[in-house]
């Protein structure tokens, strides 16, 4: 039976909000096969197959990547030896070093338009990889299995205030195409003032951000950023790993408020009370004046 001990996924991760050309999420582990063939075909003897696949946590069915052919597992082969095996079907190519006399390490590297269907939930970001090694006589062995999270999917960044007193936004991520979801909470936007220093500030609820400019700030471009969205980080089976990058947005920090922060318009909180303020104080004296007027005519 495989050793799940021994897998392990490496995920690729986007930078500035694109994954590099040609990414792939790359399977690796060992295998110490029952059978194993002889290169001269000597005695009749044939090779274990080994066969990997994996499975969507919300689909019902494994999907096949790579089972090996006859001969690929050769008891004579020198340790050290570099082969491969590529699956008619699949089109993969399962890589293997043999590394002990019955022993060989392997890995698969899966296209990253492998991996869809992403709809905001955890469960559909989440892949089972799968191992089981076949004997000559077509009897399975019990399958050996690993859990991950594969996020490939970036933050988007908005700035929708940009003046001295705040700058705000929005932070969430496309799935399904076009369908909007705010950015986990707690994941950190990086902020680049025009004087190239730099303030970090957490997502909050509905993907909101924002920062106040320290005080006295030129006026320039300001540039927001996620440079790892790692908010949810490892578990205890270090399955949530984030690390993908946004692409950098910029607006020019302005001395007055943005047209987006004035009532009705998507402002801040602290923007609106401050108006409010103002009216309850304008009022107040409204008021007091009514009253000395009053006052004088009697």
Known sequence: MP????????VPHTVNGSLPADSVVTFKGDASPVYTAWSSGGLGMTDSKMAVSMKQKTA???TSLVTTPANTFQRDAAVSTV?????????LTLNLTKTAATTWSWSLNIPADKFTGYNGSDETQTYDFQVEMINPMNIRSGPASIERKIDMTPTTLTIDRHDVFQVA?????YVDGDTKIPETKGTMVHVTW????????AVGDQGIWQA????????????????SDDAEGPDAQGRFQGGNQSASVSQVLEFRPSPSSLPLTGGGPLTVLKILLRIALGLVGFVACLRNKQKSRH
């Open 3 to 10: 050793d799940a001990s021994k897998f392990s996924v490496t």
């Open 60 to 62: 019902s069915d494994w």
């Open 83 to 91: 082969s491969s095996a590529t699956d008619s079907t699949s089109g």
């Open 169 to 173: 936004g929005r932070a969430y991520k």
């Open 194 to 201: 025009p004087d190239n220093t730099g303030t970090d500030v």
């Open 212 to 227: 106040v400019p320290p005080e006295g700030m030129k006026r320039g471009d300001v540039a927001v950023q996620v440079l």
